[in-house]
């Protein structure tokens, strides 16, 4: 495994937001990297000086971007499409799939609901969706079980939005797979900050924008389509950039669709997003997913220690294989707006979620950083 990097030296050199908040939201939208915002500047400024003439020095960008994902996700290129958004990539896969009056989609209650809208606009056609009841913030393997005999598709976060609880996705995939059952998986809270390897633990499906954890600009989104499922789908969402492009004097209207999963690109995608993108893309590569993902266990740690022994009510499953970056406490006496409130004035920045405070570090926060929420929450604010 590569050395542990310098995550003081890249929090100095990358991450100015540091100078004016401690930022802990990145399960809402992470802050841009120097390098990323100053490629995005770069790009603004080209373009503003040269138009259509700029194109050909940043459309390379798409491919190298391409390719950093699937080295992140441990794919291959070709099952790769950009979209903008995760909601993009899930809606993509729930019309592009030759749905049958019967089926049955199984998700999880207290999902995002951009995992749960594209699945409900199934019911005009006649599928059902079936909800999965989280214990206690824990979504068990048994009843994901019982609610898949007879279905067709599970569609799950892999890290839940609130509470940050993290399935098992060794042990999901598995199940998916004794099933026959296809497995869409909405990544948006757990790449960038936890490793993922598809190629270990494959899925059918796997979307997510690259806005939060991936430090990247609104607007850019990922699709990942298994290879082996490719052909069960019929793209609901066909344009001139999904076949194979050849020139603009030549256009076949019988072209068959690009092998790729470049079909489901349908047009012009954001390139200043993805030139942002790929610089944040090999920032967090060069750090490393484990190494990340160490670290911020460590932070949230550190926390969650801290303020079990102080009374509060840890809304995360504190369980080792369970974990993500999401650690959302709440007091049994003080409401969490009053806890929010206690944070913000202290410019530390954070979230309310289902009743909780949700808190969410990533590589370059500190010790410092969780021993100053903790201090912050201790305040009793003054009110008069
Ligand atoms: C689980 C989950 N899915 C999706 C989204 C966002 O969807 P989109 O990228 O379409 O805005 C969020 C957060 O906002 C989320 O927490």
Redesign the pocket.
Known sequence: MSSTPDFLALRREQFPVTERYIYLNHAALGPLPRRTADAMAAFATDFRDRGVLAEAKWTPAIERTRGLIAQLLHVAADEIAFTK????GLSIVANSIPWQRGDVVVTIRGE?P??VYPWLALRALGVQVRFVEPRNGQIMIDDVRQALRGARMLAI?WVQ?STGFRIDLAAITALCREMHVLLSL?A??GVGVLPLDLAATPVDFCAF?V??WLLAPQGV?VLYVNRAVRDLLTPANVGWLSVAWRDYAAFDYESPLMESAGRYEEGTRSLVGLAGLEQSLQLLLAAGPVHIAAQVAILTDRLATALHERGYRILTPLLANHRSGILTIAHPHTPAQILFDRLRVRRIVAAIREGGVRISPHLYNTLDEMDAVVEALDTVTVTS
């Open positions: 958004n995760t909601s993009q995002f951009a995992n976060s939005y909405d948006i809270q924008g806005q939060k989104g």
